[in-house]
């Protein structure tokens, strides 16, 4: 079965351009989440998604980041201008949410490494 | 705000060893607690989910405990091999958002 799919693996760009991250999650998951992840900070919720609508965003850091999900199938985090403060690993998850209980475990994609130079 | 705190940092052991590795969270009101195994470059792999309501979880040599009272979670492991190296990470579910905090980490390497 194919797992939570990130793109690109990895992105060197120049502080001010727009980098749009994106992340296909598992089929059948109604619930996507993006993480960022970093040797200071650890790893960090930024948004998440549940039937495609956002939940709580209280993670973005800025406005110069926003996440969209058009449909069940693909989610993207877009950050405009960007930083050098920006660089990290970014991870997007998915799981099936059950209502307000959930059980299950979040699955991981392999993260988008950003470099803002 | 719920804290989870990981010690140690970092753990190296001879393969063969038995070992704990501990989380510690601050917030009592939790649905539920899972583990993850991060390997370098990758991103994070689910090994144990815990509910509330249950005390542990078993899977092959890993055994997770939870005792909500006092706010503390453990993962063992049991006949170290070195395939075990990597980065182990606590998450906590909050029972009012969904979302999980995470630990720090724990990074084990376990020599051969």
């Known amino acids: 079965d194919a797992g939570v799919i990130q793109s690109p693996r990895h992105e060197v760009t120049e502080m001010g351009q727009e980098v749009t991250l994106r992340c296909k999650p598992i089929?059948?998951?109604?619930?996507l989440f993006w993480y960022r992840q970093t040797m200071m900070r650890g790893l960090e919720l930024l948004i998440y998604?549940?039937?495609?609508?956002?939940?709580?965003d209280s993670g973005m850091p800025e406005d110069r980041f926003s996440a969209k999900m058009p449909n069940a199938s693909f989610s993207t985090l877009k950050i405009q201008p960007s930083e050098p403060r920006d660089s990290a690993v970014y991870f997007c998850?998915?799981?099936?949410?059950?209502?307000?209980?959930?059980?299950?475990?979040?699955?991981f994609g392999d993260g988008t490494r950003l470099s803002i130079l | 705000k719920q804290e989870v705190t990981q010690i140690p940092a970092a753990l190296s052991v001879p393969e063969g060893e038995n070992l704990v590795l501990n989380c510690s969270f601050t917030d009592s009101a939790i649905y539920n607690l899972q583990w993850f195994r991060q390997d370098p470059g990758k991103g994070l792999t689910s090994l144990l989910l815990?509910?509330?309501?249950?005390r542990e979880q078993t899977s092959g040599r890993l055994n997770a405990s939870l005792d909500k009272s006092s706010g503390r979670s453990t993962l063992y492991i049991a006949a170290s091999q070195p395939g075990d190296s990597a980065t182990y990470l606590c998450a906590v579910g909050s029972s009012n958002t969904g979302k999980l905090i995470f630990g720090q980490g724990t990074t084990l390497q376990v020599k051969p």
């Open positions: 089929s059948g998951h109604n619930s």
């Open positions: 998850a998915s799981s099936f949410f059950q209502g307000q209980y959930s059980n299950q475990p979040q699955h």
């Open positions: 998604f549940n039937n495609n609508v956002p939940i709580d």
């Open positions: 815990i509910q509330s309501s249950q």
